[in-house]
Structure formats: C-alpha cells, structure tokens
C-alpha cells in the first residue's frame, strides 16, 4: 500500500495545482516594484557529468571547498528558536573566483565596471576585493560617479560602501564591503571579484544592510524572494537566478518552513530509493552552490545498504553498480521531488558510478545541492521564512 501511494505521489507531483501566486519576470505588478533575471555560471564548468568518467580528483577540491564555507558559522538558540551565526572571521570574508562556485556577471557604479560575483549561500554579506593580482575583475571606486563611502570599517581593509548594481536589466542602490588589502598582505595576490551573499542577515560578518531587506522595504522588489532555476538542456551547466520574484510563469510551488533561521534549512520528511523509504526526518539547507549531495556518514552509510553492491571510494564518495540505476526521491511538503543526477559520472574501467550523496559532517546536517535541484524550480522567500520547490 505504501508503495502504490509513493507511486501516486510522484505523479501527481507534475501535476499543476494551481496558478503561480508570485510575480513573475514576463509581468511584473504594477507599483510593486520589479522582478529582476539574470544567468548564472558555474566556475570551471559543470563539476560532474553522469555520462562520463568522473574527476575525483576535482571532486575532492570542490568538496573541501564545500566544507570551508559551512565551517564558518555556529549554532545559537535566540528566544525559542535556533539561528545560525556567522562565527568571528580574522583574515578575510571568504575566497574568490573558487573552482566550482557559481557565480554572476554584475555591472556595478557608474559608468558600469563588469565584476564576477560568486553566489554564496552560506553568507549574507555582499562584498567586493579589489587587490594588485591580475586575476579576477576588480572594481575601481574611483572610476564610478555613484560610489559613495563614509570610510568607515566593517571588517579588516573593508569600508562600508554604496553604489548601484544592474542585477539583470534592473538598477539598484547596495551596501557592500568594499575590501583593499594592503600590498604588503598575501591577500593582494589572490583574484579580485564580489560575494554575493543570499542567506539570512543572521549570517553576516559586516552587519551592513540586508540586501533583500533593503529593497523590498524601498519598494525595489516585487516581493523578498529570489530563485533559481537550472537550463536543463544547457551542458554548460548554467542557470537563471531572479530576484523579487519568478523568472518565468509556473504553477504554485510547495512550500516548506525555514527550520532553523540562517541557512535555507527545512525539513524533508523522508528519502526513499526505488519505491522504498530509506530514511526520515532530514534536516536539508538548499545550496545551489553544491555540486553534490552532502549528509552525515551514517546516514551515506544507510542510503548505500539500500543500493545492491554499493561501496565507498574515497574522501567520502560511494558508488554502485551502474546498472542498478537508483530511483532516488526526498519527500518535500508532502511530495516526492526526484533526484536528477543519481549518477555523478562512471568510475573509470570499473562499471560503476559515483553516487550523488557524499559523507560530509556537518553538524548532522544534509547539504542538498545540484543533483537534486537541476530538477526543479527552487525560491526562497525572505518574507515568509519558507522554500518552494516545483519540478520544471
């Protein structure tokens, strides 16, 4: 019986439902200020690809990456509720220009100098490096009329900032931490380039304005909302990411409360692989900027029992048979979402493939990245502390 309902809900879950309650890009509501669009790139290429012989070696690299950024917040109980927090950061906000991070070209000042953004999902600041490497895209204050400073530090070589960003082909007015290192520090000789911060403000290091709360209180957005939704015919692997609202028209999307405010973290109800529940009760932060599927080593150890011949490789990746093909779904508001990608590529001259989900420790969290939302359109709401997710 419970098979035949899982089998029930996967197909109703294509289903539309209703019409989509949020603005979209295509008609924006009037006096609501604008919905903004733009494409998103991952550095390097796609990481993985299901049809080839996977890099571990560059797997590796990107999952260390991964794990940094999670390494630098904490856990608080404010009131009743847990928050995550920014821990105290000495050196400098986070890297730039990282192999395997998805990033966005912006214009910012005027006239519009080209910086590469990389979208951080674990970070609520938006800032900016400029140093003396000739690597990256640096930003020269100097050259734009907009930009305006009272000089006053907000992290070490970092000066609250303002001036306007064109998101898309939308302009708006953002604080940012506009960082010079001096030539005598190391920091000088790594790539310049921005962050661009899209968790919650729990989760700043510069305490500067929210960008999200910023605009929609000066009525910049249609709503405190962005999503991302991947090309899923693209091989470059890119993605469009809009802001106040949806790049295009789509049914409504099912919703899920914010559990623990900082990261996009909600609860998935259970995981099942081939019609079987393997698992219940996850705790899962969305971060497109994963490549993989991140969860506790017990839990990869559990999900790869219900895999017939699946064992471990290395550095906390799996993999299994390849003709076992696994039909993976995680329960979402009350629904069955698929995993795209149950296959991150083919283990060389092996007949096996790398699982989708990795051992990561992180705080008995999973980390649900782009094998599962190149699936679906994801949107995290600001202002109703809650994601929606609808398979596209």
């Known amino acids: 019986m419970r098979l035949l309902l899982s089998t029930l809900a996967l197909l109703v879950a294509h289903v539309a439902v209703s019409t989509a309650a949020l603005p979209y890009y295509g008609n924006p509501a009037p006096n609501a200020g604008v919905v903004a669009k733009m494409p998103i790139h991952r550095r390097g290429g796609p990481v993985y690809n299901p049809d ?90 100097g050259n734009s ?21 064109v998101l898309g082909d939308k302009r708006f007015n953002v604080h ?35 960008f ?45 409360p914010v559990k623990t405010f900082g990261f996009w973290q909600i609860l998935f109800k259970s995981l099942m692989i081939d019609g079987n529940t393997v698992l219940d009760n996850i705790q899962g932060v969305i971060d497109v900027t994963s490549p993989f599927v991140l969860a506790p080593p017990e839990d990869v150890r559990i999900f790869y029992n219900a ?19 696994p039909k993976i779904h995680i329960e979402h508001g009350g629904w069955f979402f698929p995993l795209k990608d149950a296959s991150l590529g083919k283990v060389k001259d092996s007949g096996y493939c790398v699982g989708p989900v990795v051992e990561a420790d992180i705080a008995g969290l999973w980390v649900i990245g782009e094998p599962f939302l190149k699936g679906v359109l994801a949107i995290f709401d600001f202002d109703q502390k809650r994601v929606g997710i609808r398979v596209v």
């Open 307 to 325: 895999i017939s011949g699946a064992q471990p490789l290395a550095n906390g990746f799996w993999s299994y048979p390849c003709f076992e093909n």
């Open 145 to 165: 009329q907009s930009y305006f400073s009272d000089n006053k530090f907000v992290f070490r070589d970092c000066i609250d900032s303002l001036d306007s960003l």
């Open 52 to 141: 080839s012989d996977a890099d571990l070696a560059r797997f590796t690299s990107v999952l260390q990456s991964c794990l940094d950024r999670y390494s630098r917040t904490k856990r608080e109980l404010q009131g009743n509720r847990v928050v995550r927090r920014a821990l105290p950061l000495t050196d400098k906000l986070a890297p730039i220009g990282e192999d395997g991070s998805w990033y966005a070209d912006v214009e910012l000042g005027n006239p519009g100098q080209n910086i590469q953004f990389d979208i951080d999902m674990t970070s609520s600041d938006f800032w900016i490096e400029s140093t003396t490497s000739v690597y990256g895209t640096r930003f020269e204050a």
């Open 212 to 256: 999200f709360e910023d605009a929609k209180e000066k009525g910049k957005l249609a709503g405190g909302v962005f999503a991302i939704e991947f090309n899923k015919d693209d091989p470059s692997a890119s993605a469009v990411i809009s802001f106040g609202g949806l790049a295009q028209n789509h049914d409504e999307p099912l919703y899920a």
């Open 176 to 210: 940012f931490a506009h960082c010079s290192p001096p030539r005598a520090s190391i920091r000088t000789l790594n790539p310049s380039g921005g962050i661009m911060g899209l968790a919650h403000s729990s989760l700043s290091q510069t305490s500067l304005p929210h």
